[in-house]
């Protein structure tokens, strides 16, 4: 079976494992974390750092983290691509950077499969073959992706030719918002993307032990990036609140009865007086 053929049947089962249909997904991050388990993050990196997963064998720990990002359809992108290196198992050395691996190859593919389902894409264009620069525009916004994936999938699916392909690939997510009036859209989704974001699990845990008071705002200020004045505000109006633990107070017919044996200090060799 090649790259492309395991790649569509993955995307297609975890579509149908998880019930998902073949609408657009949405949070990737708190989809990948409660379908798979593992801890996501949303990171500060380098310019060309895009994504990376990472695992422990000895606890079986997988950790998925991708760069915080002004290209919310690339951040997309990288999130389900390495998605598909956890469900492929692909726990492989470092990459050959001459050439993409077939690994890479695979796990690109099935991005484009998740995020634009083959089915889901015929019904948007309810079935027509006539598509326009407008109908990229509308692909890109509903199913949240870069107009050289939505391209792509649009040339695989026999919506356009090839030509038509390597044009649009060229074209821009900012682009295509300004030309057909969602540039709003698209900034909210570049701050949204824009921002470090923490594992779930990981802050859930922290905010329990703040609860306790083990764990201090300062804490979860910095795990999520934020300044501690907003985390109080934050936590105040959540309601959660330190717990004042009292320490137990015991009187002396509380305590429990001790015996002591002196007996071994009558030690016969012990002057006596």
């Known amino acids: 079976m090649s790259a492309e053929h395991e790649a569509a049947a993955a995307a ?11 609408q657009p997904l949405g949070d990737l991050v708190a989809l990948i974390e409660r379908t798979t388990g593992h801890d996501v993050a949303v990171l500060e990196a380098g310019p060309d750092e895009h994504g990376l997963t990472m695992r422990d064998p000895t606890r079986q720990a997988v950790f998925i983290a991708v760069a915080r990002s002004c290209n919310p359809m690339r951040q997309r992108s990288t999130l389900a691509h390495e998605l598909a290196h956890v469900l492929f198992s692909d726990w492989t050395g470092a990459e050959d950077l001459d050439r993409r691996s ?3 190859v695979r796990a690109d593919a099935f991005a484009r499969h998740l995020l634009i389902p083959g089915e889901g894409l015929k019904v948007f264009l309810s079935h027509s073959r006539d598509v326009a620069e407008a109908d990229l525009s509308a692909v890109v916004q509903w199913f949240l992706v870069s107009p050289a994936l939505a391209a792509i999938a649009l040339y695989h ?63 979860l ?15 105040t109006e959540a309601g959660v609140v330190p717990i004042e633990h009292q320490p137990p107070w015991m009187t002396a017919a509380d305590l429990p009865p001790v015996t002591v044996d002196l007996s071994d200090l009558d030690d016969d060799g012990m002057p006596t007086v």
């Not at 795990?223 to 936590?235: H, Y």
């Open 12 to 22: 297609a089962s975890f579509r149908s494992d998880h019930h998902l249909g073949i």
């Open 221 to 235: 200020a910095t795990l999520r990036g934020v300044s501690v004045e907003e985390v109080d505000e934050e936590l």
């Open 102 to 104: 077939p690994a890479e």
């Open 157 to 219: 699916w026999d919506y356009i030719d090839a030509i038509t392909k390597d044009h649009w690939m060229q074209l821009s997510t900012p682009q295509l918002a300004t030309r057909y009036g969602w540039t709003d859209q698209y900034r909210s989704l570049q701050n949204d993307a824009n921002r470090t974001r923490s594992p779930q699990r990981l802050l859930a845990r922290a905010v329990a032990g703040y609860r306790e008071g083990v764990v201090s705002a300062q804490t």
